[in-house]
């Protein structure tokens, strides 16, 4: 790994809270870090998430790892943060648009690649969290659940975008029409994630995985993320154009040349996300 520069931006870590960030060479890992209880969201935890991505984007990461803290990954929304008084109950709309569809969509749009660590309990909007990312890796004893049928409501933080899309629709209705509990074994062979793997080696795997991208061409990879996720809603020529342009765009890129001579060399190549 050549030096860090002088002008290396500075990197702020996260010891302590609910949310932690710590840098391992050029990945960021966020953990959500409410051991005792699955590491379900409060409006404290949604505030620091939010304070961790601003560091881990301020701090030049090149790939972003996101895990959780003991043996759940999230349980999604701490129910014991909400007002059930009559006349005065949450707004779970205002709840989900100020805090968990910005994190959607910031996950979603980052520039960089995203891998998630299930490492435990994936549920409601933890579940819906996890898929956001864009590999997810889960040991075996993980399991994913649309829990939010069984307190009377539909799944939120993209849950109803994504299931369809990357299940198909029986099962996807099945899972959150049941909220019945899917293994994370059961979601790699229905293409839900993408790897399941014995619990000791999860968190050594995803990150020689996250370091592995952070060494890839980076502009590239968040080109890969915007086309994939355009596809969904994009006509054929609309997506044919995209390809053009992005193509064209990365074609006078640092790293596509890099790549080039490299192979051209026969030598492994240095990419800069540049």
């Given at each position: 790994?050549?030096?860090?520069?002088?002008?290396?931006?500075?990197?702020?870590?996260?010891?302590?809270?609910?949310?932690?960030?710590?840098?391992q060479g050029d990945v960021a890992v966020v953990t959500l870090n409410r051991p005792d209880k699955l590491n379900s969201f409060t409006r404290d935890m949604h505030r620091a998430?939010?304070?961790?991505?601003?560091?881990?984007?301020?701090?030049?990461?090149?790939?972003?790892?996101?895990?959780?803290?003991?043996?759940?990954?999230?349980?999604?929304?701490?129910?014991?943060?909400?007002?059930?008084?009559?006349?005065?109950?949450?707004?779970?709309?205002?709840?989900?648009?100020?805090?968990?569809?910005?994190?959607?969509?910031?996950?979603?749009?980052?520039?960089?690649?995203?891998?998630?660590?299930?490492?435990?309990?994936?549920?409601?909007?933890?579940?819906?969290?996890?898929?956001?990312?864009?590999?997810?890796?889960?040991?075996?004893?993980?399991?994913?659940?649309?829990?939010?049928?069984?307190?009377?409501?539909?799944?939120?933080?993209?849950?109803?975008?994504?299931?369809?899309?990357?299940?198909?629709?029986?099962?996807?209705?099945?899972?959150?029409?049941?909220?019945?509990?899917?293994?994370?074994?059961?979601?790699?062979?229905?293409?839900?994630?993408?790897?399941?793997?014995?619990?000791p080696l999860l968190q050594e795997q995803a990150m020689a995985l996250a370091t592995h991208l952070a060494s890839q061409p980076t502009r590239a990879l968040a080109a890969i993320?915007?086309?994939?996720?355009?596809?969904?809603?994009?006509?054929?020529?609309?997506?044919?154009?995209?390809?053009?342009?992005?193509?064209?765009?990365?074609?006078?890129?640092?790293?596509?040349?890099?790549?080039?001579?490299?192979?051209?060399?026969?030598?492994?190549?240095?990419?800069?996300?540049?």
């Amino acid at each position: 790994m050549p030096p860090t520069s002088s002008h290396a931006p500075a990197r702020a870590s996260l010891e302590s809270g609910p949310i932690l960030l710590r840098w391992q060479g050029d990945v960021a890992v966020v953990t959500l870090n409410r051991p005792d209880k699955l590491n379900s969201f409060t409006r404290d935890m949604h505030r620091a998430l939010v304070l961790a991505l601003d560091h881990v984007e301020a701090g030049g990461a090149r790939a972003l790892l996101l895990t959780g803290a003991g043996r759940g990954f999230c349980a999604g929304q701490d129910l014991a943060d909400l007002d059930f008084t009559p006349g005065h109950a949450t707004d779970l709309g205002e709840l989900i648009n100020t805090w968990f569809n910005p994190l959607v969509r910031r996950l979603q749009a980052l520039p960089l690649p995203v891998v998630a660590a299930v490492n435990g309990t994936a549920a409601g909007a933890g579940a819906n969290l996890a898929l956001a990312c864009d590999i997810v890796l889960a040991a075996k004893s993980a399991s994913f659940i649309q829990a939010f049928v069984k307190i009377g409501l539909v799944p939120d933080s993209g849950g109803t975008w994504l299931l369809p899309k990357r299940l198909g629709m029986a099962r996807a209705l099945g899972l959150a029409m049941t909220g019945d509990k899917l293994g994370a074994e059961e979601a790699e062979r229905w293409g839900l994630i993408w790897e399941a793997m014995d619990d000791p080696l999860l968190q050594e795997q995803a990150m020689a995985l996250a370091t592995h991208l952070a060494s890839q061409p980076t502009r590239a990879l968040a080109a890969i993320k915007q086309s994939m996720r355009a596809s969904a809603t994009n006509t054929l020529d609309e997506q044919l154009d995209m390809e053009r342009d992005l193509q064209r765009d990365l074609g006078q890129s640092h790293d596509y040349s890099e790549g080039v001579n490299a192979f051209l060399e026969k030598r492994a190549p240095h990419f800069k996300g540049a």
